[in-house]
């Protein structure tokens, strides 16, 4: 996830509807210059600059991401591919967004960008709350019949007391080798996230639509990251 980071399935392997965005930079930041990494954010949001922004920024805290090196990231939601092409033309050369970048990186170190496209979603997401988030990276071999197989889960009475949002995107560009897909899991905390797995890891039914969903990914890993401020007028629920 640029800043302090989800129906049936109608397109997986284009744009054939204008599906939302997220871009994901990912930062290591050292602790003594936090205070002036987190400085720069807070100047650049109340700027003139951003407050044409359209879409929803997440600035995300990660608690566990295995051997990868940031320890924050910036995950910025737009509606869709064109938003962000035209976010991007308004702000390349303007003074806030070259201060911006400069100070950023005389505080910390741009680790990784990934861009990925919204497939499906369920569940309520407060969009202003500093959530906990669970990301799972995925390999899928057969895309359409993995979110086929997530849908009918996600709408079966097995998971109607579901806490949070659980959301998948597809990897459009960048991000980790292998990985085609990370499902993101978001509640008020990761213990009412792991709680609810393990009670539906008792319900058969739930254990065989996990291990039928296992014949098409294969999981490769997961982050855990908490959102500490999130700025930008878009909904995240609107983005389904």
């Known amino acids: 996830m640029l800043f302090r980071v989800v129906i049936v399935l109608l397109a997986m392997t284009g744009f054939a509807r204008a599906q939302a965005v997220w871009v994901d930079y990912a930062w ?5 210059k936090e205070n002036r990494f987190f400085a720069a954010v807070d100047k650049f949001v109340q700027s003139d600059t951003f407050k044409t922004f359209e879409g929803r920024m997440l600035v995300n805290a990660h608690a566990a991401n295995g051997p990868a090196p940031q320890n924050f990231s910036f995950a910025v939601v737009y509606k869709d591919l064109a ?24 505080n910390g170190t741009l680790t990784g960008e990934t861009v990925y496209t919204h497939v499906a979603g369920w569940g309520e997401i407060n969009n202003e709350r500093g959530g906990s988030w669970e990301g799972a990276a995925a390999a899928v071999s057969d895309p359409q019949n993995y979110v086929a197989r997530l849908t009918r889960l996600m709408n079966s009475s097995i998971m109607q007391d579901m806490p949070g949002s659980l959301d998948v995107w597809r990897v459009t560009a960048g991000g980790t080798p292998g990985v085609s897909h990370i499902v993101v899991f978001g509640d008020d905390s990761w213990s009412s996230l792991e709680n609810y797995r393990t009670e539906a890891a008792k319900n058969p039914d739930f254990r065989a639509a996990i291990a039928g969903m296992a014949k098409v990914r294969t999981l490769l890993g997961a982050i855990w990251t908490t959102t500490i401020a999130s700025y930008g007028p878009l909904d995240l629920n609107s983005v389904r």
């Open 83 to 106: 938003t962000w092409e035209a976010t991007q033309a308004n702000l390349n050369g303007t003074a806030d967004w070259d201060r911006f970048r400069k100070a950023l990186a005389a």
């Open 28 to 32: 290591s930041v050292e602790p003594a």
